[in-house]
């Protein structure tokens, strides 16, 4: 079975610094992982995927997210926070099966503030 | 291309009530998923359908809700009766297939509040 741990519930950067957004997971096998992100009132959008190739992934709007295997880790960076980031992100795992469901974590809201 | 699409956006009923909830998928997406998402919890999936048959419902609460896909497009949600823990929102997706790789598109989900 798999798990996924957000750490923080909530995350206030400055509008221009580092965000990141700390996900960790748990798999008793390779595992693909996701980013997503939830505006008000929307349904999530996919940031980014991992899905054993690359292991630094590229995603939107500025997002990526390196897998660490030795620390079962996906934290999500972006260099620059801008305003329009200011939303709830969703980490979420899944295994390499041919129906395979994902499993999300509890979430982390990021405020940008000015 | 159209996203998923779901309605009603938003639900107000009484426990004890019944309330069904309709979705449709992205055309030619042959997996559709059920989420539940309450306040504060990510996304929680209910059922999972492959064309119309269901892949996964081992987290669907089978006394109360029901789903079925008919014709492997549309899906329509019911709960009967309502609790008051049923009360967050109900998230469709879709993907082209059930792989882990594939990705999900998410519709704007159904709020309900149970009262």
Redesign the interface.
């Known amino acids: 079975a798999q798990s996924v741990t957000q750490l923080g519930s909530h995350v206030s950067v400055s509008e221009g610094a580092l965000v990141l957004l700390r996900c960790n997971y748990s798999s008793s096998v390779p595992p693909y992982l996701f980013w997503y992100v939830q505006y008000p009132n929307q349904g999530l959008q996919l940031l980014l995927k991992y899905t054993s190739a690359a292991t630094l992934v590229k995603g939107i709007n500025g997002f990526e997210a390196e897998f660490k295997k030795s620390e079962t880790s996906f934290h999500l960076t972006k260099p620059s926070a801008h305003m329009s980031d200011a939303a709830e992100y969703f980490c979420a795992v899944t295994d390499t099966g041919t129906a395979s469901k994902l499993t999300f974590g509890t979430g982390t809201r990021l405020q940008v503030t000015l | 291309e159209a996203g ?1 699409a779901q309605s009603p956006r938003y639900k107000i009923i009484e426990k004890r009530q019944s309330v069904a909830f309709w979705c449709n998928p992205i055309s030619g997406h042959a997996t559709l ?1 059920w989420y539940q998402q309450i306040l ?6 209910l059922i ?1 359908f ?1 064309n119309n048959g269901v ?2 419902d081992s987290q669907l609460p089978k006394d109360r809700f029901s789903a079925e896909r008919l014709k492997g497009v549309d899906s329509t949600l019911k709960i009967q009766p309502a609790k008051l823990e049923d009360s967050a929102v109900y ?1 469709c ?1 879709s993907s082209l297939g ?4 594939y ?7 159904t ?1 309900l509040t149970v009262t």
């Open positions: 998923v998923y504060g919890q990510g996304p929680k999936l999972q492959q892949v996964d998230l997706a059930p792989s882990g790789s990705e999900q598109y998410f519709g704007p989900g709020r």
